[in-house]
């Protein structure tokens, strides 16, 4: 009998009471001190000492706190893999890519070097549309969420108004729902685009702004080097009645005072109560030289990571939803895993990891044949067998997979965020925990 390989410890949450907490499950108990002796000794091979003990490792053993043997782990393990590949239930996620081209060069984007002229053309689109609502035919999915990227999705608005109008229209036909969502710089969001958009169905627009006006600035420019923070702010407030818009910002370790200010501006321009949400991420270096993406949280960031998800909060921005979000559950294992999960690049490529697209021979189909769809080549060399007994693997996998590729040119290692997940499972869980059982004062000083 042992605990669970899955399961962190908390020591002294309150006096004398510890936090068990499992990753595999997303659940906590609270257990006294004696409690956790009693653990330390049935791990060694002793049996419970009184009828209390027996019902508390009864307990313990039902609600997988603990296991009776390494096997046990590796079954709860892959029946959790299992369900986290199919995604959402019942739904295809497609990441749609009218064009790798961009009218901004931010300093960290590992796609500003795409030729401004490369984009989707006529027939690869049509043919896109057919392999999309060919596999939603094939698999009986009642649900479709597409989700525009690039570059610069709204640099092609033609595309995205024509293709969500076609696929809300087949999916209706079919007695199914679409959604989308946007990942835009927010350059050319305007309120006449928003309004079109939403009639095909419920969205939203994710929009960057990389800290206070001389922070983006420095960072996003357009590509005579001119800033962009003016504009996308101004599009942000027009927009924010009309259509639902997530917030996000890539920060760098010494610019926690501008985002700051940036959460000031959005606070003090009305936007509270109006934003889906805020999210902050640090910049990651995925290339071998300068160009970067954002996707997971690096060594040295998470206290700032942590401190600025305080101040979104206190501020009220974001929804209701989440302020009661924890780290974990906006992490993996991403769509990757998941198979019913695609990103379709401009020349009709199909990939299962967005980082990944427009890179030839990292594609698992094709838009344009009826070819068996191969294995992920992020995905063959198994790397997370790399992690050991980490108990984060069951929400990591191994990391950001498609970032490392990119930094490294190769698909057998790890994106290892062992230290962010240390300090940002401590602070979710043990704020969580202090909410349901703590006083009002220790759920205060938690948050």
Same mark, same amino acid.
């Given at each position: &009998?042992?605990? +669970?390989?899955?399961?962190?410890?908390?020591?002294?949450?309150?006096?004398?009471?510890?936090?068990?907490?499992?990753?595999?499950?997303?659940?906590? #108990?609270?257990?006294?001190?004696?409690?956790?002796?009693?653990?330390?000794?049935?791990?060694?091979?002793?049996?419970?000492?009184?009828?209390?003990?027996?019902?508390?490792?009864?307990?313990?053993?039902?609600?997988?706190?603990?296991?009776?043997?390494?096997?046990?782990?590796?079954?709860?393990?892959?029946?959790?893999? !299992?369900?986290?590949?199919?995604?959402?239930?019942?739904? &295809?996620?497609?990441?749609? &890519?009218?064009?790798?081209?961009?009218?901004?060069?931010?300093?960290?984007?590992?796609?500003?070097?795409?030729?401004?002229?490369?984009?989707?053309?006529?027939?690869?689109?049509?043919?896109?549309?057919?392999?999309?609502?060919?596999?939603?035919?094939?698999?009986?999915?009642?649900?479709?969420?597409?989700?525009?990227?690039?570059g610069e999705p709204l640099t092609r608005k033609d595309f995205v108004l024509r293709t969500?109008?076609?696929?809300?229209?087949?999916?209706?036909?079919?007695?199914?729902?679409?959604?989308?969502?946007?990942?835009? =710089? $927010?350059? =050319?969001?305007?309120? !006449?685009?928003?309004?079109?958009?939403?009639?095909?169905?419920?969205?939203?627009?994710?929009?960057?702004?990389?800290? !206070?006006?001389?922070?983006?600035?420095?960072?996003?420019?357009?590509?005579?080097?001119?800033?962009?923070?003016?504009?996308?702010?101004?599009?942000?407030?027009?927009?924010? +009645?009309? #259509?639902?818009?997530?917030?996000?910002?890539?920060?760098?370790?010494?610019?926690?005072?501008?985002?700051?200010?940036?959460?000031?501006?959005?606070?003090?321009?009305?936007?509270?109560?109006?934003?889906?949400?805020?999210?902050?991420?640090?910049?990651?270096?995925?290339?071998?030289?300068?160009?970067?993406?954002?996707?997971?949280?690096?060594? $040295?960031?998470?206290?700032?990571?942590?401190?600025?998800?305080?101040?979104?909060?206190?501020?009220?921005?974001? +929804?209701?939803?989440?302020?009661?979000?924890?780290?974990?559950?906006?992490?993996?294992?991403?769509?990757?895993?998941?198979? =019913?999960?695609?990103?379709?690049?401009?020349?009709?490529?199909?990939?299962?990891?967005?980082?990944?697209?427009?890179?030839?021979? &990292?594609?698992?189909?094709?838009?344009?044949?009826?070819?068996?769809?191969?294995?992920?080549?992020?995905?063959?060399?198994?790397?997370?067998?790399?992690?050991?007994?980490?108990?984060?693997?069951?929400?990591?996998?191994?990391?950001?997979? $498609?970032?490392?590729?990119?930094?490294? $040119?190769?698909? !057998?290692? #790890?994106?290892?965020?062992?230290?962010?997940?240390?300090?940002?499972?401590?602070?979710?869980?043990?704020?969580?925990?202090?909410?349901?059982?703590? +006083?009002?004062?220790?759920?205060? =000083?938690?948050?």
């Amino acid at each position: &009998m042992q605990l +669970s390989r899955f399961v962190v410890s908390y020591r002294n949450v309150r006096d004398g009471e510890h936090v068990l907490y499992s990753v595999l499950s997303d659940r906590y #108990v609270g257990i006294d001190q004696a409690t956790l002796g009693a653990i330390g000794r049935w791990s060694r091979g002793a049996s419970p000492a009184r009828t209390d003990e027996k019902e508390t490792q009864a307990a313990l053993l039902e609600d997988g706190f603990l296991v009776e043997g390494r096997e046990d782990d590796d079954q709860a393990l892959r029946e959790h893999l !299992d369900r986290a590949a199919g995604g959402i239930p019942g739904e &295809m996620h497609v990441t749609l &890519m009218p064009t790798l081209a961009c009218n901004l060069a931010c300093d960290y984007c590992f796609q500003k070097e795409h030729p401004a002229f490369g984009k989707m053309n006529g027939t690869t689109e049509e043919a896109t549309v057919e392999w999309i609502l060919r596999a939603i035919d094939e698999r009986k999915l009642r649900s479709l969420h597409v989700h525009y990227f690039g570059g610069e999705p709204l640099t092609r608005k033609d595309f995205v108004l024509r293709t969500a109008e076609i696929l809300s229209a087949a999916m209706a036909a079919r007695g199914g729902t679409f959604a989308w969502s946007c990942t835009t =710089n $927010g350059v =050319n969001l305007t309120p !006449d685009f928003a309004a079109k958009l939403r009639r095909f169905g419920d969205g939203t627009f994710k929009v960057t702004l990389d800290g !206070d006006r001389e922070t983006h600035d420095r960072m996003r420019t357009y590509r005579n080097g001119r800033g962009s923070f003016d504009q996308i702010f101004e599009n942000v407030v027009a927009c924010a +009645s009309i #259509v639902r818009i997530r917030i996000g910002g890539n920060f760098l370790p010494d610019q926690q005072a501008s985002f700051e200010k940036l959460l000031e501006r959005l606070d003090s321009a009305g936007l509270q109560g109006k934003l889906e949400s805020v999210r902050f991420k640090p910049i990651i270096d995925t290339q071998k030289k300068k160009a970067s993406c954002t996707g997971c949280t690096g060594e $040295g960031e998470t206290e700032t990571l942590v401190q600025l998800n305080k101040s979104i909060e206190r501020r009220g921005l974001g +929804s209701r939803e989440q302020r009661h979000e924890t780290l974990e559950e906006m992490l993996g294992p991403c769509e990757l895993h998941w198979k =019913n999960s695609y990103t379709i690049d401009p020349d009709g490529r199909v990939y299962k990891c967005p980082a990944v697209a427009g890179i030839p021979g &990292m594609e698992v189909a094709s838009v344009g044949t009826r070819a068996d769809e191969k294995e992920a080549p992020l995905l063959v060399l198994r790397p997370w067998k790399k992690c050991g007994d980490c108990p984060y693997l069951p929400v990591c996998m191994g990391g950001c997979l $498609g970032s490392k590729y990119l930094k490294t $040119g190769r698909t !057998d290692e #790890v994106a290892c965020k062992l230290e962010a997940f240390e300090t940002s499972f401590r602070e979710a869980v043990t704020k969580r925990y202090l909410a349901e059982f703590g +006083s009002t004062e220790e759920w205060s =000083n938690a948050a």
